[in-house]
């Protein structure tokens, strides 16, 4: 029986597996807010009104970018795993974590670029 072999956690692909993983477990603990902050509409429109002043702070806008990096994060990993998986090629695993990541952070990046102009 293998032991937990350290090299592994040197891979690449192993990184790729902990970012999609951690992005995954952030964005389902994200959920419970944004679905409460959706049911301030349900009170009326003074609650979502007050809810959206409280919102308008830069922490938000901060907190809007790092959503923002979590899900062009996970939905790369996601398209990155679909394609190790259906892909007929191999040995291009490498590239595509790269090209997943690089994705994901000129996602974020582009957005918060938005937010400032």
Do not use: C
């Not at 409280?54 to 899900?71: C, I, K, Q, T, W």
């Not at 996601?78 to 996602?107: C, H, M, N, Q, Y």
């Amino acid at each position: 029986m293998r032991h937990n072999d350290m090299r592994a956690r040197r891979h690449a692909a192993y990184w790729a597996f902990v970012v999609h993983r951690l992005s995954g477990l952030a964005l389902a603990a994200f959920l419970p807010f944004h679905f409460w902050a959706l049911g301030q509409a349900i009170h009326g429109e003074a609650a979502l009104d007050g809810f959206l002043r409280f919102a308008d702070r830069p922490l938000f806008h901060v907190a809007e970018g790092g959503l923002v990096v979590l899900l062009a994060l996970h939905l790369t990993g996601g398209v990155r795993l679909l394609l190790i998986e259906f892909g007929p090629w191999s040995g291009l695993r490498k590239d595509l974590i790269a090209a997943t990541l690089g994705a994901g952070v000129v996602a974020g990046l582009a957005f918060a670029l938005a937010l400032l102009g």
